[in-house]
């Protein structure tokens, strides 16, 4: 069965840097376009970037472009997102998830479970 | 940015009853929408994809439809275990966007 599993996240001084993984099995990961979403406490879903299957092409929201880099590596089976310059407004739940396409034409049909990151001096 | 507009924001409504959820784009997205729901401190769940595809093992009396900017969500009988938050979500075009959400209560 298809899993994605997030881990990097924790508590940061804003400012600093933190990476988050996703590990994903179950699938044939190199064929398949992956996401970040994020979601503040309390708050809607955000999309935050997305990579095409062989990481040729990202996209990112106007809100994290400049600070944030999505890889991939898919001779581990992992997603990566590196945020940079972090804000108090970057505070949240991270997910990855899978979408139904190579890039992004598909919509997402797996989500991974998050990781909290908590922007805080 | 397409942007994505939900109403009603909330809802209450009694169980059996046929609720529905509307979405608009602000740009024609032909049928590149997604339905979420969301219960609290769980991972959002794709409900309906391709604006009116039933995702596999996702209960029948949930249905969508509509086609380029107006979109709805609908839920033929209310059952408890419905109440949750729902999203439309477009992904027609990079950068994706979501819905504010339409929080769903049951009296």
């Known amino acids: 069965q298809v899993q994605l599993v997030e881990s990097g996240g924790g508590v940061v001084q804003p400012g600093r840097s933190l990476r988050l993984s996703c590990v994903a099995s179950?699938?044939?990961?190199?064929?398949?376009?992956m996401h970040w979403v994020r979601q503040a406490p309390g708050k809607g879903l955000e999309w935050v970037a997305v990579i095409s299957y062989e990481g040729s092409s990202t996209y990112y929201s106007n809100s994290v472009t400049g600070r944030f880099t999505i890889s991939r590596d898919n001779s581990k089976n992992t997603l990566y997102v590196q945020m940079n310059s972090l804000r108090a407004e970057d505070t949240a739940v991270y997910y990855c998830a899978k979408d139904r396409t190579d890039r992004w034409y598909g919509g997402f049909d797996y989500w991974g479970q998050g990781t909290l990151v908590t922007v805080s001096s | 940015d397409i942007q994505m507009t939900q109403s009603p924001s909330s809802l209450s409504a009694s169980v059996g009853d046929r609720v529905t959820i509307t979405c608009r784009a602000s740009?024609?997205?032909?049928?590149?929408l997604t339905w979420y729901q969301q219960k609290p401190g769980k991972v959002p769940k794709v409900l309906i994809y391709a604006a009116s595809t039933l995702q596999s093992g996702v209960p029948s009396r949930f249905s969508g439809s509509g086609s380029g900017t107006d979109f709805t969500l609908t839920i033929s009988s209310l059952q408890p275990e419905d109440a949750a938050t729902y999203y439309c979500?477009?992904?027609?075009?990079?950068?994706?966007?979501f819905g504010q959400g339409t929080r769903l209560e049951i009296k």
């Open positions: 740009q024609g997205i032909s049928n590149y």
């Open positions: 179950g699938f044939t990961f190199s064929t398949y376009g």
């Open positions: 979500q477009n992904y027609n075009v990079a950068p994706i966007t």
